[in-house]
């Protein structure tokens, strides 16, 4: 594996003023030459030079890189902003350190209970290692793509899309908890070519057209049956409490038959859609 090696050349601006100061005093000599009639042999001889030494003057951008090759070996990265002078043999590719966003075209897949979904994810990222985004693989970005699409995919079938249980992840449910899986998995598949993941995270999800009314029904099914659930477990814890402050503040006392009606009535008007129309008994309960 090729790691990366910091090499920034040397301050280009320098080297600037020497080669206008050498370009200069060849011109100035070829002059001289031509005035006494001999031939400009210092232009003639000291062109190349020249040329070759403007030839290794490059320019890096704030958050930008520039991998240096010497023979088609790696030399290092300059990465340290302005102009920079190396040996004219290099041969240069210049990198983008910047920040950059990813994101998915819609996926279908199945989730962890099988239903099928669409899906789509974010993904923010940079380069941190050019050596590796250079020389590891054939086209970085290409590869920022792909694998990312492969890790959504594989963290889709991790979860489901949707449960009403406590303490179960979900795709809807529990979006921070699949971001930093999505996250890990995506950072784990790019290491290879020096990427560093930012933030992962879902920008789409749905159920797939064919079986989305179906599953609509089935998410408001599971719905009512969870809140009726929990509709009925506090009517009971009710209807227990006012049972004990009647017995123990002793306001009326109720045989078994009027408890059993008592609790009826109570969970019939807890548990009910409609409101209760109450009826006003004028006689005794006992007739």
């Not at 080297?15 to 042999?41: C, S, T």
């Not at 890096?60 to 920079?84: D, I, S």
Request: glycine share 6%; net charge neutral; charged share 20%.
């Amino acid at each position: 594996m090729i790691r990366e090696r910091l090499r920034h050349g040397i301050p280009g601006l320098p080297i600037l003023v020497l080669l206008i100061v050498f370009v200069a005093a060849m011109v100035v000599a070829g002059i001289r030459d031509i005035r006494a009639r001999e031939a400009p042999l210092p232009i003639i001889l000291l062109l190349p030079v020249a040329a070759s030494i403007l030839r290794g003057f490059f320019m890096v951008a704030p958050n930008e890189a520039m991998v240096l090759q010497l023979f088609g070996n790696y030399a290092g990265t300059a990465k340290v902003p302005g102009l920079r002078w190396a040996n004219p043999f290099y041969t240069r590719r210049k990198l983008s350190l910047r920040v950059r966003n990813f994101e998915s075209s819609h996926l279908k897949v199945n989730d962890h209970d099988g239903n099928p979904i669409e899906i789509a994810a974010v993904v923010v990222w940079r380069v941190v290692e050019t050596a590796e985004a250079t020389f590891e693989v054939d086209d970085y970005v290409n590869y920022v793509r792909v694998q990312s699409e492969a890790a959504l995919r594989n963290a889709a079938t991790s979860y489901p899309y949707d449960t009403h249980e406590e303490g179960v992840a979900s795709l809807r449910g529990t979006t921070n908890a699949v971001a930093d899986h999505l996250k890990s998995e995506v950072q784990q598949r790019l290491l290879k070519a020096g990427v560093e993941v930012i933030e992962a995270r879902i920008s789409h999800l749905a159920y797939a057209p064919e079986i989305a009314a179906a599953m609509l029904q089935r998410q408001q099914a599971g719905a009512i049956i969870a809140a009726r659930s929990r509709i009925v477990e506090g009517a009971v814890g009710m209807v227990e409490m006012a049972l004990q402050l009647l017995s123990h503040k002793e306001i009326v006392r109720l045989d078994e038959e009027r408890k059993a009606a008592m609790v009826s009535n109570l969970l019939v008007v807890l548990c009910g859609e409609k409101a209760a129309q109450p009826v006003v008994n004028a006689g005794t309960i006992y007739q």
